[in-house]
């Protein structure tokens, strides 16, 4: 397994790629003539690329509802940000301005009907997914947590779809301000391209969770003039949804992706296939530790130890050795923790990678990072910026999610 560091990237690369993205991508997904949409000049020029081969025909769920939904989440307009005449200051203290939201009509109706065609989706998958080599090259993307703008920007980023394979690690909603179109654009992909979008479940799928980090009150609030049983209908909703999510996905049989780690009740990865769904997150147990639990640096303490999160456990490197060599694993990819620089980081001698993908994440100026595998299982780590890199040493010590 190689990995390098894709080249620096411009700043406010993501928001770029939203900018640049044309409406002629549209027609890809709706069944239209093969556009090259990539414009990005960094991604298609290296010789271990594989040509973009388009989703079979067959494979594609047309709903005529989903596909108004993904539509209407995809062309919502992008808002300009206006030229401010301080701009420089700005950039040298390093200070953002939050992004403009962008402004979706969506009905209640619609969230419960998108909702009743993702489960019967979502029912057909095992909790432990093992995504084939077929299904390779595949971009996966760490936490979201309700920054819809940026998610635009990955696809137009990393491609749409309808050809790219995509397995997202979980924490879709709450921190972040547009969490129900972030889970409603998954959801209505993932029910749209089954062989093609995989999404895990993140702790922050979890009633308890989104009660007290900001997606309860998205809900309620967003449908206020409807009466707050609306809101809390729609919210209620979610977590249903959220209980058929898979736990973990299994890459061409050698890289093991969970939102948060290991966990002392799994010994092999069939121990995830056993696991039941739809189910709440319990307190302990497998499925706690699937999305709660963290990799330590190789000078912690090795072993298992209690979680500071107050939940869960921390696993040192001979755990992930150990697990790694009787799984015959390469890698573990998770999310689950902001990675302050770069928006990604290697533990446990390399066999531990934690991505964390949205960029600027409350305001912390964080970069973001996807992961992309290939088919040779070659690894290309691409950085969303949110500024200049800071200086050595500037960089805050990583926290939690
Ligand atoms: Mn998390």
């Known amino acids: 397994m190689q990995s390098k560091p894709s ?33 990005e000049e960094e991604s298609t020029s290296s010789e271990d690329e594989e040509p973009e081969v388009e989703v079979p025909a067959d494979e594609i769920v047309q709903i005529s509802f989903v ?10 307009e992008v808002p300009v940000i206006p030229a401010s005449s301080n701009r420089r200051k700005r950039d040298r203290e390093h200070q953002l301005e939050p992004a403009p939201l962008i402004e979706v009509d969506l009905k209640a109706e619609e969230i419960y009907k998108l909702c009743d065609h993702a489960i019967e989706s979502l029912k057909k998958q095992k909790s432990l997914l093992r995504i084939s080599n077929e299904h390779l090259p595949l971009v996966v ?73 900001g997606f309860y009150d998205e809900c309620v609030n967003r449908f206020l003039a409807e009466g707050t049983d609306v809101g809390e209908k729609v919210f209620n909703t979610f977590m249903t949804t959220f209980n058929y999510l898979p736990l973990a996905a299994l890459v061409d049989g050698v890289v093991l992706c969970m939102h948060g780690g290991l966990s002392p009740h799994m010994t092999t990865v069939e121990d995830i296939e056993k696991i039941q769904r739809p189910s709440i997150i319990p307190a302990y147990g497998l499925l706690c530790d699937l999305l709660w639990s963290d990799p330590v640096p190789e000078e912690a303490r090795d072993g298992w130890s209690l979680s500071p999160r107050g939940i869960s456990f921390n696993f040192g490197p001979s755990i992930v050795e150990e697990f790694c060599k009787r799984n015959k694993l390469d890698l573990i990819v998770r999310g689950h923790q902001l990675i302050d620089n770069n928006g990604y980081k290697f533990l446990s001698h390399g066999r531990v990678l934690t991505i964390f993908t949205a960029p600027n994440y409350q305001n912390q100026k964080n970069d973001g990072a996807i992961l992309r595998i290939s088919k040779k299982h070659k690894c290309r780590l691409v950085i969303l910026r949110t500024r200049r890199k800071t200086k050595p040493g500037k960089a805050k010590e990583d926290s939690s999610e």
């Open 7 to 39: 080249k620096e990237k411009t700043k406010d690369a993501a928001e770029k790629s939203v900018e640049s993205e044309e409406p002629a991508s549209l027609k890809l997904l709706f069944g239209g003539s093969k556009i090259d949409t990539n414009s």
């Open 67 to 76: 596909n108004s939904l993904v539509y209407k989440l995809l062309s919502a």
């Open 141 to 213: 993307c760490g936490d979201i947590h309700g920054q819809f703008r940026e998610l635009r920007g990955i696809f137009a980023k990393m491609g749409l779809p309808y050809t790219q394979s995509y397995l997202f690690l979980g924490d879709y909603v709450d921190r972040g301000v547009q969490g129900i179109e972030v889970a409603l654009f998954l959801l209505a992909l993932q029910i749209k391209f089954p062989t093609k979008v995989f999404l895990l479940r993140g702790n922050h799928e979890d009633r308890n969770t989104t009660m007290s980090y």
